[in-house]
């Protein structure tokens, strides 16, 4: 879809938006620009775990999700985050919406690993009528990280992985994927002109780790569908880390 950004944000990001974000959101919306907004919420799951005497357990930077952490999971998103993001957006006279995978089934799934994972899935279709036909009208869809498989069972996707998923079906023209670092960074130094295929050594190297492997896959496998660029940064005002191309940027 022509000038549409798709933004990945984290949960505790809903604590912090800035005037400033609010500032380049509303620049994008003068210029024409549409807007999806997916976001995080993994500081305050893990702290309603904490809260509720509830194990923290993640497995190559995804959290191990059993059906309690999964209740869990829905009631901190869906009941929690998203009310106050979405709020925020509306304070700042932003026309936004609140969608999970209930809304119309817009986040299709499958299992993981659901020996290893439990309930942590990846998607499989981003159903993309609703969130065309909000775009059209001049909506801010704000999307939570959860999926149904095709039996209806609930799933906890990565947030990165959805807002890829979204930004690939919609062929967004930039993707953010908003994080607490800057961009990809080695011995201090934030990389820059880096191939696609190296992404593996990085990972290989420990210089990619945690919570950063499933964003850079996540990111890879965007660009590769079609998504024009890629931005992993802290700030939608700084361009962080741009993936683009065969090459990545900084």
Known sequence: ??????????????DCLTEEFFQQIHAWRSEG??????HGGGHYISEMMTRLKVPVCHKEGLRVTTNEVLK?????????VQPLITSRFQQQNLSAVGLNASSNGIIL?????????????????????????????GYIPIIAPLGLTASGKW???????TACHVASALDAEALYLLTDVAGI?????YLQDISVAETD???????ITGGMIPKVK????????????????????KKGTVIQGKKVLV
Request: glycine share 10%; no cysteine; aromatic share 2%.
């Open 33 to 38: 620009k549409k807007i999806i907004i997916i």
């Open 218 to 237: 996540s990111a890879m496998a965007a660009l590769h569908a079609g998504v024009s660029s890629i931005h992993i940064t802290d700030d939608i005002l």
């Open 72 to 80: 869990i999971t829905q009631m901190v998103l869906i009941g929690q």
């Open 201 to 207: 050594q990085l990972i290989e190297e420990q210089v």
């Open 185 to 189: 960074r080695k011995d201090g130094v």
């Open 155 to 161: 799933l906890n996707i990565n947030a990165d992985d």
């Open 109 to 137: 799934g499958e299992y993981l690993d659901k020996q290893a994972l439990g309930h942590v899935g990846k998607v499989t279709e981003i159903r993309t009528d609703l969130l065309v036909d909000l775009l059209e009208k």
């Open 1 to 14: 879809m022509d000038e549409l950004l798709v933004i990945k944000i984290g949960g505790a990001a809903g």
